[in-house]
């Protein structure tokens, strides 16, 4: 009979439904390897990671390549820390502002902050973390620094007080206390005209 007989399906829906996909993930590899926080997934028995971002790659100075697979419990400098976050992930599900010693491939130590989701079917950790080993030393300095100032502040044989720009006596030492016969009671929180 020489007929030809022809199916045509239009696949156009298709074909954008693909080409947004695409640009989806696109967009979110780009988020992913651009994030100024590290970011990654491992395997929950620690025995390696899946993914990982290049902040996590600068952070602990290994080259992606050298990290997929790689065991995630030897970047730990304190494995009893792995062990406690490991515990309240077992029990909660995420772990939340997790503060941890991560030890780089130089064998530096740097103070992390980590926030974990758990996906026990699939035994994944999804997590993030922040390098917040410069906020520790300044906090670390900031509180040596005030230590210092009571300590000269409590033991100073000179009177000192402390005013506030509206004329509130804000702290006084002993030896002010002292001078003037009065308590720091008597004299802190009232204004300077005591």
């Given at each position: ?46 025995s ?23 065991p ?7 494995p ?5 976050m ?24 740097r103070?992390?902050l ?9 035994g ?19 509180r ?47 204004p300077?005209?005591?």
């Open positions: 009979d020489g007929r030809v007989q022809c199916i045509v399906r239009d696949i156009t829906a298709r074909k954008r439904a693909e080409e947004a996909l695409r640009e989806s993930e696109e967009k979110y590899r780009n988020l992913y390897n651009n994030a100024e926080v590290a970011m990654f997934r491992t395997k929950l028995d620690g390696g990671f899946i993914t990982v971002n290049d902040k996590l790659c600068d952070t602990i100075g290994y080259k992606r390549e050298e990290l997929i697979g790689r995630t419990s030897i970047n730990w400098a304190n009893s820390e792995r062990e406690e490991m515990r309240r992930l077992k029990a909660e599900g995420h772990v939340k502002a997790f503060e941890w010693k991560l030890l780089t491939k130089s064998g530096e130590v103070n992390c980590t926030s974990l989701k758990l996906y026990s079917a699939e994944i950790l999804e997590g993030s973390f922040i390098d917040i080993t410069e906020r520790k030393r300044a906090e670390d300095q900031l040596l620094s005030e230590e210092r100032f009571r300590a000269i502040w409590h033991k100073s044989f000179d009177g000192m007080r402390l005013i506030d720009k509206n004329g509130t006596i804000k702290m006084v030492n002993a030896a002010f206390c002292d001078q003037v016969g009065k308590t720091r009671e008597e004299l802190e929180d009232q300077l005209d005591v």
